[in-house]
């Protein structure tokens, strides 16, 4: 059955509406909570929060439903979806929550959960959690007023952001990174609070921009979204950085800028790291779980190292099970979430990719451009068709028959992949092709096809 309020990366809308109104946010921190009564060890949790006008509110909503519930709570105040991850497997918390919509516009927030080991929720209980949330809906009135009564407002706990930050100098500790000058695009969102701390725990050098959140500001035209946004700003100027760093809203994905000012994106930061890796015999049987998404030409280049790539669903949960179910020891998204499991990471950190790359670079004496000079690409493109409804698209004859025309053009020397967002009322239209002129193309019928059956007028 699928989950109706759980998407592939938790609970996500528009703040303030359903399912983010708060008699539902409080439904889902009491459900939470009654969870973690009957089924963690430790009967407390850690909440996180990014820098969007909703979050404060939002935050001590979920606090006050777990205090419903009977459950200890803490705030790590403003701080990353992955510090949160961290943080619950490391100072005995039986859940991390983390209220942020991650790479959205500011009026949208969201909630994630992390579980006890810093893994997100399995589909089980995420199904489990929900049927108690409808139950307590039945009576929002009863909510409303509870929370109001039970509304909190939880500091900041400066002890775990120190643990945050040093953790994460651990990971690269006994490299030395002072020679490098990088240029960090905070996004205005959570990595504001924690990335200068980390870079100035490490010895980098570091400059950072978008870096003042009030509220709404964060995303807006800048992090992961607009990497091209460090890249002008590296390339202006001539030579002074190394590299450029953009995270997105909650930094558990970064995307990277090379001294040219050229974007790097995740399949480039699997391709280098994946070979530093193998090389010192941290890269577990040889394999990189990438997503259905990643290009082909990050396939071939990997294979010319001798590492095989196994695809997985999109979503970083889904590349995760991947690498648990094969032992990996490395795997990531073209759109810069990239999870190491060569150390106790369990989900996907800017951060800590950010200093795996600025390692690489020291440890190799080569410029990020040389680490990934032959990746070969082939044209890909992305299109986003907002839709109505989700129904199965091979079920609608019009789309399918479109998929289907495009694959059999393409005859192996490419690839189609359509699927829904897991986080918007979106269907995603990519298309590779050995030849420009075709993917744009085959991508437009296809795009066609999906706007004249499901599209919003």
């Not at 705030?75 to 859940?95: E, K, M």
């Not at 889904?318 to 060569?342: A, C, N």
């Not at 690489?360 to 070969?376: E, F, H």
């Amino acid at each position: 059955m699928a989950r109706q309020l759980f998407g592939t990366d938790g609970i996500r809308g528009v703040a303030g509406q359903y399912p983010l109104d708060e008699p539902t946010v409080f439904a889902i921190g009491r459900a939470l909570g009654h969870w973690l009564r009957s089924a963690a060890e430790h009967k407390r949790a850690v909440i996180g929060q990014d820098t969007r006008e909703s979050s404060p509110w939002m935050a001590n909503a979920v606090a006050a439903g777990l205090l419903a519930a009977g459950v200890e709570v803490k705030s790590a105040g403003v701080i990353t979806t992955p510090g949160v991850a961290f943080l619950a497997r490391n100072d005995a918390f039986g859940a991390g929550i983390v209220i942020s919509a991650s790479h959205n516009p500011w009026t949208d927030n969201g909630i994630k959960v992390f579980s006890a080991d810093g893994f997100k929720l399995p589909d089980a209980v995420e199904h489990q959690i929900e049927a108690e949330i409808f139950q307590q809906l039945g009576s929002k009135a009863a909510a409303s007023s509870e929370t109001a009564a039970l509304f909190c407002s939880l500091p900041g706990s400066t002890e775990l952001h120190r643990d945050y930050v040093c953790w994460l100098a651990q990971q690269v500790a006994g490299t030395d990174l002072s020679s490098l000058r990088v240029l960090v695009d905070c996004a205005n969102g959570a990595a504001s609070a924690v990335a200068p701390d980390v870079f100035r725990a490490c010895g980098v050098q570091a400059k950072f921009l978008h870096q003042a959140p009030d509220g709404h500001n964060i995303n807006h035209e800048c992090g992961a979204l607009h990497p091209e946004t460090v890249a002008r700003a590296v390339a202006a100027e001539n030579g002074h950085y190394d590299l450029g760093i953009t995270f997105d809203g909650d930094a558990d994905r970064a995307l990277f800028s090379d001294a040219a000012g050229r974007v790097v994106n995740g399949d480039a930061v699997l391709l280098l790291a994946g070979r530093e890796m193998q090389a010192r015999g941290a890269l577990i049987g040889s394999l990189v779980v990438a997503t259905t998404m990643s290009n082909m030409g990050l396939e071939i280049a990997l294979r010319r190292s001798g590492i095989h790539m196994l695809r997985a669903a999109v979503g970083d949960k889904y590349v995760l099970e991947e690498m648990l179910k094969h032992g990996s020891t490395l795997g990531g998204e073209q759109s810069g979430h990239v999870i190491f499991r060569d150390g106790d990471a369990t989900t996907g950190d800017g951060l800590l990719t950010a200093l795996r790359v600025l390692q690489v670079m020291a440890r190799t004496g080569k410029p990020l451009a040389d680490l990934v000079s032959d990746l070969k690409v082939f044209p890909q493109i992305i299109k986003n068709v907002r839709v109505r409804e989700k129904k199965p698209l091979m079920e609608i004859p019009a789309i399918a028959a479109a998929i289907t025309a495009a694959e059999k053009e393409l005859n192996g020397n490419g690839r189609v992949v359509v699927r829904y967002s897991g986080t918007e009322a979106l269907a995603r239209v990519m298309v590779e092709a050995d030849d420009e002129a075709k993917m744009q193309r085959l991508t437009s019928a296809i795009v066609t096809a999906i706007q004249q059956a499901l599209g919003t007028s």
